[in-house]
Each structure stands twice: as structure tokens, then as C-alpha cells.
């Protein structure tokens, strides 16, 4: 399956061993995100310096590993300009819409614990627990 991951997924697999990042790393996933999402938790490392007790070093390298591992595709913004006036119609938040853009232009479903991204009905969208179920292994 493939889908599109937001900040808040990347951010839970990162601060937590746990069911998020089993997913994350599940080679039964593929995973695509938009390349500001990574500029965005590098960005905020210090901020999880605290959540997490990791060393910035330490969280650096996790950030590198999970991205590596789970073979995650980052797609440049770039790519996606041809896709935000459509996504900006679909998503029920207008900060979310690069995740919608990306989500088209993949022709894929978005992952994400957000209940407003459900609120529309042209991509589908689906929590940890959606994918917890449908791989049955976490």
C-alpha cells in the first residue's frame, strides 16, 4: 500500500517505539511526504530534544535512519505546485493542503491521525489504527 505521510506520523515514529513506527518501517508500506516535512522536523529537533531525552545528534541520526528504512519517498515542492489549487478545494484545512497535493499527484491515500482530513470524501485518509488493522501485525 501506498500512501502519503504527514509531519505528526513521522514526528510519533520518531519520539516513540511503538506502533507508529512498526508501520513506518513495514516494507508492506510505501511511503511518499512532502519534501517540507522533513525541512519542518529538522527544524523542530530542538523541541524534541525535550520530548524525547535524546541528544540532538541522536535525534539527527533517527530522523536519517527512519527516513532510509522505511525507503521513504520525498517529493520536492516543485512537483506539487500543479496540484495545490485542486488540493486547496479538497482539504478541510488549508495547512494541510501540500499533504492533499501530494496525495494527488500520487493518485494515493494520505496517513494521518487528523480527524478534519476525513471530513472530505475525494482522498481517502487513514489513522495509525487503520493501518494497525489492515497489516495486523503491530
Do not use: C
Not at 13 to 24: D, Q
Not at 78 to 96: G, V
Amino acid at each position: 500500500m501506498e500512501v502519503i505521510i504527514d509531519a505528526n506520523i513521522f514526528v510519533a515514529a520518531l519520539l516513540k517505539k511503538g506502533a507508529t513506527r512498526k508501520l513506518l518501517l513495514n516494507d508492506e508500506l510505501v511511503l511518499y511526504t512532502p519534501e517540507y516535512v522533513i525541512e519542518e522536523i529538522f527544524d523542530h529537533l530542538q523541541e524534541f530534544e525535550t520530548k524525547s531525552h535524546l541528544s540532538r545528534i541522536s535525534l539527527e541520526e533517527l530522523v536519517k535512519v527512519l527516513i532510509i528504512e522505511s525507503k521513504m519517498n520525498i517529493i520536492p515542492k516543485d512537483e506539487l505546485r500543479p496540484f495545490i489549487k485542486k488540493a486547496d478545494e479538497i482539504t478541510p484545512d488549508p495547512d494541510d493542503v501540500m499533504y492533499f497535493a501530494a496525495a494527488l499527484k500520487q493518485n494515493i491515500g494520505i496517513w494521518s491521525n487528523d480527524k478534519e482530513m476525513k471530513k472530505q470524501k475525494v482522498i481517502n485518509v487513514y489513522s495509525t489504527n487503520d493501518l494497525v488493522k489492515l497489516y495486523e501485525f503491530v
